[in-house]
């Protein structure tokens, strides 16, 4: 997996006037805990946009005066006014503790709702998973092959070897509906004749007068 590699250095100052001062020089003031020991450090803004500016799970290796961390991402703010990055949150990967991580999801296949004239919709784009960090990966696949028209894929769909899905089990990450062309098309399409139609009776023959009976002899 990418690994994105920043050089810090640790903060001394704090409060509003030397945080200020360190966004004035694009500093970003950051902190990685989950170790040992929580780290309060700066790094430039620069070296941030590969890790932050993307929809890809990495690694942040984060060199801090010469000892270096193996991270993941937690959280970010922005300033509401400039939307520039105002500081960072890092996890430390520590290999026999499991951390909490949110994972793309990678669509493989060709649905067969799709084939069917239907249209493919995602849900989510990512799942939040429990696992020990050897197990972390850029992406989790989901195979959409066997997805057919109205039909879902859900969480609870999704097998993950080490990994405990934390999100609800019923929630659809990816569907295929009927496009408005389909749905017109079925509109029109005549309903099957149901059974054979019932045969019709044969006219009755009229009746036969009866022949009058001779009359007597005198």
């Known amino acids: 997996m990418k690994t ?8 001394t100052g704090t ?3 030397a945080t200020r001062q360190l966004r004035s020089q694009d ?3 950051g902190v990685i805990y989950g170790g040992a020991s929580e780290v309060n450090f700066t790094a430039a803004a620069v070296d941030f946009k590969p890790l932050v500016y993307t929809p890809d799970f990495q690694f942040a290796e984060v060199d801090v005066d010469g000892k270096s ?10 300033d509401k006014v400039s939307d520039k990055l105002n500081h960072v949150d890092l996890l430390e990967l520590v290999e026999d503790k499991r951390v909490t991580a949110t994972i793309p999801l990678k669509f493989v296949g060709a649905a067969e709702g799709v084939k069917a004239g239907g249209r493919l919709e995602i849900k989510m ?3 939040k998973v429990k696992t020990y960090p050897k197990y972390l990966r850029e992406n989790i696949e989901v195979d959409i092959t066997n997805l057919v028209l109205n039909g879902n894929i859900r969480v609870e769909d999704v097998k993950v070897d080490n990994y405990e899905i934390l999100n609800s089990p019923r929630i659809p990450i990816a569907s295929v509906t009927m496009t408005r062309q389909l749905k017109q098309e079925e509109a029109t399409t005549p309903a099957a004749t149901k059974g054979a139609a019932p045969a019709k009776a044969a006219p009755a023959k009229a009746a ?6 001779p009359a007597a002899k005198k």
Do not use: N
């Open 4 to 11: 994105i590699t920043i050089k810090g250095q640790l903060r």
């Open 15 to 17: 409060g509003k006037t």
């Open 27 to 29: 500093l970003v003031p």
């Open 69 to 78: 961390y193996r991270c993941i991402l937690k959280d970010l703010q922005f």
């Open 125 to 127: 784009k990512a799942l």
């Open 208 to 213: 036969t007068p009866a022949k009058a009976a």
